[in-house]
């Protein structure tokens, strides 16, 4: 039996092998997901394994996607883009690409174009939903604590927004207050990092983080009459565009969102309506 794995530093709560294992069982696939929780040290390891024969593909998450570039021998157009890879196809070739750019345009397209968007956060995340909002925003604003990185990034994408700036950390809340869109990127689930009362009545909320229950900020948006697309929508997103990268029919999407739904007992919701 082949396998799938996930490669990442402390994700023993991902849920990714949820997703991938249902859709294994319910359609008869002799594989099988794993996780490959390692540190720099490991990844040598890893890429033995990846190299070995007997792994179909592998997704990679933080801080391994910078690496997963590195090794790829050929990358798709929002790898090369953002220089992250979320998906490692190994053979005679190791191919790299980034659905977390597809999986966020196809939610994102679902409600845009976007005059005014805030981005709080310039990591690898904040830059992989940049890219997909590329020729659906308009002007783009960036907050995040160290400011030097976000002022690197808002640099890399001069040119291809109208506007793309960097905002003080401090100001966000008043910039929140002005965007049809927020999206984020920082690991804020028990606080919320905008104060969603100064939101725009029709403000939408992309906010890629998740757990078995919707974040303070999920929760406080939802409870506002918001829309949201939360972290389990972006990771089931971004799971369905990798499907036909594998060679799998994009109906099987159904069973990698029940595999999300039997592990978090819950429905996977983008704007407030079923994922599917």
Do not use: C
């Amino acid at each position: 039996m082949r396998t799938m794995f996930l490669i990442g530093h402390e994700i023993s709560h991902s849920l990714s092998p949820a997703m991938w294992n249902n859709l294994f069982e319910r359609t008869a696939r002799p594989l099988t997901y794993g996780r490959r929780d390692v540190d720099a040290n490991g990844l040598a390891a890893v890429l033995d394994e990846l190299n070995s024969g007997s792994v179909f593909a592998a997704n990679v998450t933080m801080p391994h996607k910078s690496w997963a570039t590195s090794i790829a021998d050929e990358l798709d157009e929002a790898a090369r883009n953002t220089g992250a890879v979320n998906l490692l196809q190994p053979g005679s070739a190791m191919i790299g690409s980034n659905t977390d750019v597809s999986g966020a345009r196809a939610l994102l397209e679902d409600r845009g174009p976007f005059e005014t968007v805030l981005v709080l956060g310039a990591g690898g995340t904040a830059t992989a939903l940049l890219e997909s909002l590329v020729g659906l925003a308009t002007d783009v604003f960036i907050a995040n604590r160290t400011v030097a990185r976000a002022d690197t990034l808002a640099a890399s994408y001069a040119g291809r927004f109208a506007t793309v700036e960097t905002i003080d950390w401090e100001v966000r809340d008043a910039a929140s207050a002005t965007a049809d869109l927020v999206v984020n990127t920082v690991p804020a689930v028990t606080t919320n990092p905008i104060d969603v009362a100064s939101l725009k009545p029709k403000a939408l909320i992309y906010d890629v983080m998740y757990r078995n229950q919707p974040t303070a900020l999920q929760q406080a948006a939802t409870e506002q009459g918001l829309s949201v697309a939360d972290g389990l929508a972006h990771l089931a997103a971004q799971a369905i565009a990798t499907l036909p990268l594998l060679g799998f029919d994009q109906g099987e999407s159904v069973w990698l969102i029940g595999g999300l739904e039997l592990a978090t007992e819950r429905p996977v919701l983008a704007w407030g309506e079923p994922l599917g």
